[in-house]
């Protein structure tokens, strides 16, 4: 069998593959031994290259549509920034990769290339809404959330003294959060669904459990 020389870089340590944008050929991207993240647009010898930043990155996706790779610029070995840089620009002169947010721990890709995603960590960790062009804070004191299936609400809790409430948010840019479940100390359903199973202690060493339809 021939063997091709795809990159002769040292230390190419992941490869990554997804959409060429538009439903086109599969491409990739591959991070060298410095975690500076390049563009290949195919396994062949000849294959166009292209560098998509020389700094220390991790996290690389490509989105569902195929047509933007995501990607973070690592901090202290912390949370990074989270950037995108679209397929069709790269290479191109004074073409840049686009921040998203600062201190992203955790996000999920919704349609048409938008994103829910979580900033921050701890008691200051925000929910926070990408709507292809800018981002916009959610929720605040958030300790773990969950879309629904058909991608239009977060659901999502907030914990205090050992105690949780349920919210529920619009995915939008103006969205209103609405309480669904208060005092919760254990989730047994998933948090979107319907109905909603959950248990509250007692105060006595035990709990009881209870069902809710949210909204209902």
Partial sequence: AAVVVIAAVFGV???VSGGGGG???????????????MFLKSLQADGEKAEITDEKSGGVQFSPEGNYIYFSRMKD???GDLYRMEIAKIGKEGAEPQKISSEVSYYEFLPEEQLVFLKGSGEDQQLRFFDG????KLAGGVSE???NAEATHAYYTEA???AYTLYRVPLAADGEKEKLVKDANRF???????PLVYSQSDGEGGSTVYTAVPGG
């Fill in 13 to 15: 340590v992941k490869l």
């Fill in 23 to 37: 439903g086109g050929k599969p491409a990739y991207v591959y991070l060298t031994g410095d975690d500076e993240l």
């Fill in 77 to 79: 070995g912390s949370y």
């Fill in 133 to 136: 062009s800018e981002d916009y």
């Fill in 145 to 147: 959330f969950t879309v």
């Fill in 160 to 162: 205090a003294d050992g």
């Fill in 188 to 194: 047994l359903t998933p948090l979107d669904a319907d």
